[in-house]
Every structure is written in structure tokens, then in C-alpha cells.
């Protein structure tokens, strides 16, 4: 840190990214991305692009704006188009939290809101998750603060029905619910509907995961008009052309091509399922995963252990050190090929153990 530094940053704590090693290839499932790339269809349109890079990007993402719109059945201006969804919480610690608008968000969650919290200088509560790792609604009922919600949850997977989330939304009439949908394509209930019948709620998605364009960086926020102009202004204060043209070619061929996004959510599915049972047979537990990740521990081998030895044999997971979550590793759902390898890592695993 140099002397110059402000005040208000002298104590932040930045968020640590999933590592991104460029020392040997290795099979990455530490970081929740696709393990598909874009398709021909999305790519195609790109190329154009570059010729005409000398202008700016259109600021309002007119033609993204109405695909994504239309794709999820609400208007152009319920949506704004972002860079990565991590812009748009972001955005909303800023438009709608400061020292008497705090904030709330479980204990375990994204690690990103109390980053973006401290970052923007707001207060927040962490709420424990119960033991079983599943949020209490009730706990976020009235909650004089604007309240953050990953659902499905990370990285535990588990899903809130819409049921749920709409009781949530309702029994904060005075206060902005944010839900972080990062993982919804993957078998959990959007809550966007719901923007119809309440202002206060903002939906977030990203293209990072269930649409192969982490890369990209592109996500969306999704709202009644007058919490999506809030939102705007912000933007518009900070980085108006925050989508750069590129991004905006591929984010509207990837809503072209709707058909490969929903097969290759299908087969991480299927992927999933494959890698439960095959985990469960080698003495894992788990959460219930609604998500491309699946958060698992061993009976009797410690989740930095086995992060450690699959590093070691070619396989990035994801481990945690919080004290309530140092047991378990957070598992990518890549292809069954990658499953495939990654249990059998993991079979060798134990019998270098238990030998
Ligand atoms: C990955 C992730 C995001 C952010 O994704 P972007 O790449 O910034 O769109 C947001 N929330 C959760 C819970 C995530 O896991």
C-alpha cells in the first residue's frame, strides 16, 4: 500500500478470485464455468466487429437489451445490461445501501457482497444459514436493510422455491431485495416474474456460467423501470460504455442461439447427477444442488487434503477456509469426460490414503 492511498480503501479487503494457474493445463473445476465454449452460431457474428472499433459502443445496448428482454418476457427497460454481474451488485451497494440503508446477506454466500459492502462503505449483518446449510426466510423478513440473495445459494447449491423468494420480497415492502440468480438456469425458479407485481425486487443473471461467455464478461440486472434508472444512473456516472462492443456482438449471438444454451445446461445436469451418485459411492455427502457446482465433503478426509492432492494430479476444485465450511470442496460441473477423471482421481485418492 503506497501513502497515498485513501482513507476509505486503507482497510479494505479485496475478494479473492478462484485461481486461474497458467503452469500446466489442468482440469478446471474451481470456478463454476461452462465447460462448453460459445457456439459457431454465437461466435459468427463477432468478426464484424472489429472493423468498426474505432466507434463507441451504443450506451443503452439497444439490441441486447431487447433480446434479453424478450427472451425472459419483460421490457427493454426492466433490463440493463452489465459488465459481468459482479457490475451490478456493485451498482446496487450504491444506489440503494449507505450507513442507514444497510445491508443483510447469509453468513455463507457469494464472498463478494461484504467486499462490495466495504468497498462502498456499508454497514451489513451476516446471517447464519442453519445447520443444514438452508436459509431461514423468516430471518429476512422486515429487515430494514436491502437484503442479497443468491438463489440458488453459493456454494451450497441449495434453491429457494419462488414461493419463498416472493415471501421475502413481500415482507420487505420498504426495502430493495436483491436476487443473484448466477446459477438459475441450472434448476433453480427465476424470481423475474415477480418484477411485475413488486418494486422492490432486482434480479441479477450473468452470461458466465450457464451461457459459456465468462470471458466476456457480460450479466444483466432485471427490475421495475424506476429501480433499473437508479441503476442507470449510477451507470451512467461511472462507465456508460461498460459493454464494449465485442461482448454486445456475442451476448446477441448467444440469445441467437437459445436452442445450445438450454442442451448444454441439460447435460451439466445430467453431469451433476452422474458425479452425485459416483461421489456418494466413495463415502461423500453433500448438499442438494440446484447449480453446475457441487459442495462435498469426505467422511473421513479433509476437504484441504483432497484440494491439495487433486491439485497435485492435474484437477482444480475450489476450497474454503470459513470455519464452517473448511470440510467440504466446491466441485465444478464440467462434462461427464471430466467427471469421469475427476472420480477416478479421487478413487486413488482414498486408496493413498487408507493403503
Ligand atoms: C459467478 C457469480 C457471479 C458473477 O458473475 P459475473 O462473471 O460477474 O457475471 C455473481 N454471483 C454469484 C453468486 C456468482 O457465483
Known sequence: MSRFISQKFEKLVPYTPGEQPQDKKYIKLNT?????????????????????????????????????AKLIGVEKDEVMAVNGSDEILNFAFSAFCDKEKTAVFPDITYGFYEVFADYNGVPYKKIPLGDDFKINISDYFNANATVFIANPNAPTGIALTLDEVEEIVKNNPDNVVVIDEAYVDFGGESAVPLIHKYDNLLVTQTFSKSRS?????????????????????????????????????LGEGILDDEDYTRKNCKKIIEARLFAENELKKLGFEMTNSSANFIFARHKNISGEKIYKKLKEKGILVRHFNGERIKDFNRITVGTKDEMTVLIGKLKEIIKEEFK
Request: aromatic content about 10%.
Open 32 to 68: 463454476n464455468e461452462s465447460p462448453f465454449p460459445p457456439s459457431d452460431k454465437a461466435v459468427s457474428g463477432v468478426s464484424d466487429i472489429f472493423k468498426r472499433l474505432m466507434l463507441y459502443p451504443d450506451p443503452e445496448c439497444t439490441g441486447l437489451n431487447e433480446k434479453f
Open 213 to 249: 461467455a465468462a470471458g466476456a464478461r457480460l450479466g444483466f440486472g432485471i427490475a421495475c423501470k424506476s429501480l433499473i434508472a437508479d441503476l442507470n444512473t449510477v451507470r451512467f456516472s461511472t462507465n456508460p460504455y461498460n459493454i464494449n462492443a465485442m461482448t454486445m456482438a
